[in-house]
Antibody, heavy 119, light 108 residues
């Protein structure tokens, strides 16, 4: 059974960089069967796809966030990570990592982690 | 970008009734790359349907999906108490991946 777990600071100051990591267990990122995504959900709102990454490091980002997002992967640790720069209060959201994205649904999700942007 | 519009925004029904949720796309969804998710408060979304009509692993057969092109439907044949939640449609055949705004299914 594939499991995903997000980790990282729950509070980030405005203009700083939000950094989160997703650790995958029960399946290997380097197997190359799937892409791995980040999705966020503003409080009380709907879902917004942030971007996905493949084990090789190839990425695709939502154009609405592309200038501020960087995804990376560490296959030795079976982890992938999100960095979102120049954050504002509008980036306050629950951030989920999930398996899927490139012509594939999101079939496994992490529990989500709330990141609040505030001074 | 494909915009997905879900209707109704809120659906009030009783256990045992049938629920029909709609998802309309602003342009055709290629190869029926359309999924449905269920989300309960404080939980991550759960995949119910993919490819417009295929049930995900472990999903009860009271959940069914249909449609193609720009019009898709999620049907819950007989509502169970645990089915009251928010439902999202999502397309994953065109970038950027997009979600509908959700339909809240509440107990009448």
């Amino acid at each position: 059974q594939v499991q995903l777990q997000e980790s990282g600071p729950g509070l980030v100051k405005p203009s700083q960089t939000l950094s989160l990591t997703c650790t995958v267990s029960g399946g290997s990122i380097s197997r190359g069967d799937y892409h791995w995504s980040w999705i966020r959900q503003h409080p009380g709102k709907g879902l917004e796809w942030v971007g996905y990454i493949y084990y090789s490091g190839s990425t695709y980002y939502n154009p609405s966030l592309k200038s501020r997002v960087t995804l990376s992967v560490d296959t030795s640790k079976n982890q992938f990570s999100l960095k979102l720069s120049s954050v504002t209060a509008a980036d306050t959201a629950v951030y989920y990592c999930a398996r899927g994205g490139y012509y594939a649904p999101f079939d496994y999700w992490g529990q989500g982690t709330l990141v609040t942007v505030s001074s | 970008e494909i915009v997905l519009t879900q209707s109704p925004g809120t659906l009030s029904l009783s256990p045992g009734e049938r629920a029909i949720l709609s998802c309309r796309a602003s342009q055709s969804v290629s190869s029926s790359y359309l999924a449905w998710y269920q989300q309960k408060p404080g939980q991550a979304p759960r995949l119910l349907i993919y490819g417009a009509s295929s049930r995900a692993t472990g999903i009860p057969d009271r959940f069914s999906g249909s449609g193609s092109g720009t019009d898709f439907t999620l049907t819950i044949s007989r509502l169970e108490p645990e089915d009251f939640a928010v439902y999202y449609c999502q397309q994953y055949g065109s970038s950027p991946i997009t979600f509908g705004q959700g339909t809240r299914l509440e107990i009448k």
